[in-house]
């Protein structure tokens, strides 16, 4: 390509390309934003029903029952164990 149709391409497309007027970008910002914010609510409560549908299923169950207070408990206490472990935060 010659420099002279390089420099005719570049005016072409700076003819061609502009800028949106209006406010295009501010509106762009809002719905884009507004889809984000409503995908992630949507996915939440997708998952918030899901939990608590399986949460419905197995409370009936005395052997899970027995198993989560038991999980919950073993967390309980890994969690102090490495909280006492680590030591505070500070040091003099």
Do not use: C, N
């Not at 949507?42 to 197995?58: H, P, V």
Request: glycine share 16%; net charge positive; proline share 3%.
């Amino acid at each position: 390509m010659s420099a002279r149709e390089q420099r005719d391409a570049t005016a072409e497309a700076k003819s061609t390309v502009r800028p949106p007027s209006g406010g295009g970008t501010t509106v762009q910002l809002l719905v884009l934003g507004g889809v984000y914010i409503g995908l992630g609510v949507l996915s939440d409560t997708a998952y918030a029903f899901a939990g608590a549908w399986i949460g419905d299923r197995l409370h009936g169950i005395p052997v899970v029952a027995r198993r989560t207070t038991l999980l919950a408990g073993t967390t309980y206490i890994g969690l102090g164990v490495a909280t006492a472990a680590s030591g505070s935060g500070s040091r003099s």
